[in-house]
């Protein structure tokens, strides 16, 4: 019940291109959704997050889409450059908890000149 | 963001030596910080969570006797790797939670190599 499920693995997307990685979890007791961006070698840094009162957010070319009923969100990459190119995790809290995030299994992002 | 810090970035042992870590946040104070393990291509693992005051709790199959957590102010969390063995080279992240930010903020990492 605590698992949070992410897809795909990896994914390669061409310069100007929308990258998409889904997650889906089962606990419906979690109220926060963030995403995470790591580098090699260094550690994860928040990118975007939303809570489920709403079922979309946009910070610049980073959106987070909510379906509350099935359980997903998902991160879309606009105009990807390379510079993306980094890991993506995905994660999940809920209150009560001293806010432990459950993270996805990440993807890894390549995008291509 | 909130600024978390870790010291050192790296470090390299031998084996059967204890080696420490420190987190600080560094503009916020945190009653509550984390403590992750991540192996290559491989996701974060809780290893803690740690808070201001009081003993750690330690995730199932943690030992809390090898990985020793201090948090004794609102700003200093410490890890220490007790008699460290090759198995437990990985790198080591740390967190804080920050409640005006109400989000975790993470450490850069530490990468422990042991010999």
């Known amino acids: 019940q605590q698992q949070v499920k992410q897809s795909p693995q990896s994914l390669i997307v061409q310069k100007g291109g929308i990258s998409i990685i889904n997650c889906a979890y089962e606990n419906t007791a979690f109220d926060y959704f963030p995403w995470y961006q790591q580098f090699p070698g260094k550690g994860p840094a928040l990118l975007i997050a939303i809570r489920p009162d709403v079922s979309e957010k946009k910070e610049g070319r980073f959106t987070i889409s909510f379906n509350k009923s099935a359980k997903q969100f998902s991160l879309h990459i606009m105009d990807s450059q390379p510079g993306d190119s980094a890991t993506y995790f995905c994660a999940a809290s809920k209150a009560g908890s001293a806010r432990q995030l459950t993270f996805g299994s990440g993807t890894q992002l390549t995008v291509l000149p | 963001g909130a600024v978390v810090s870790q010291h050192p970035s790296r470090v390299i042992c031998k084996s059967g030596t204890s080696v420490k870590i420190e987190c600080r946040s560094l503009?916020?104070?945190?009653?509550?910080m984390f403590w992750y393990r991540q192996f290559p291509k491989q996701s974060l693992m809780l290893m803690a969570t740690?808070?201001?005051?009081?003993?750690?709790?330690?995730e199932q199959g943690v030992e809390k006797d090898k990985f020793l957590i201090n948090h004794a102010s609102l700003t200093l969390s410490t890890l220490t790797v007790t008699s460290a063995h090759p198995e437990d080279s990985s790198f080591y992240i740390c967190?804080?939670?920050?409640?005006?930010?109400?989000?975790?903020?993470f450490g850069p990492g530490t990468r422990l190599t042991v010999l």
């Open positions: 503009d916020f104070q945190a009653t509550t």
């Open positions: 967190s804080a939670w920050s409640q005006r930010g109400n989000t975790q903020y």
């Open positions: 740690s808070n201001e005051g009081s003993k750690a709790t330690y």
